[in-house]
């Protein structure tokens, strides 16, 4: 089994930082892509970026600019820093991780959520 960790979620100003964390652990024999999502109040949850284990990134539009994904192989873990942040990105933050294990086809597994709350 695998879990995903998440951390680094909380309260900041508009304009503000923070940076996510979410590290994996458990049966692990590689990890490919690794992302994060977002869900509002209300709102389904979207894809917010994305990296592939090469460093290739994908980003949603409303955070070009202002986010960066990275991610740490030997930690297994992957980033998300957060600058520029507006009211409207507030969300709980999923990280997903699409891992083998063993002899096993890869799967998706998702962390439990962080909440990021940016007061106007």
């Known amino acids: 089994q695998v879990q995903l960790v998440e951390s680094g979620g909380g309260l900041v100003q508009a304009g503000g930082s923070l940076r996510l964390s979410c590290a994996a652990s458990?049966?692990?024999?590689?990890?490919?892509?690794m992302g994060w999502f977002r869900q509002a109040p209300g709102k389904q949850r979207e894809f917010v970026a994305s990296?592939?284990?090469?460093?290739?990134?994908n980003y949603v539009d409303s955070v070009k600019g202002r986010f960066t994904i990275s991610r740490d192989n030997a930690k297994n873990t992957v980033y998300l820093q957060m600058n520029s942040l507006k009211p409207e990105d507030t969300a709980v933050y999923y990280c997903n991780a699409d891992v083998k294990s063993g002899f096993l086809s890869p799967r998706k597994y998702w962390g439990q959520g962080t909440q990021v709350t940016v007061a106007s």
């Open positions: 990296i592939s284990r090469g460093d290739n990134t």
């Open positions: 458990g049966r692990i024999s590689q990890i490919n892509d």
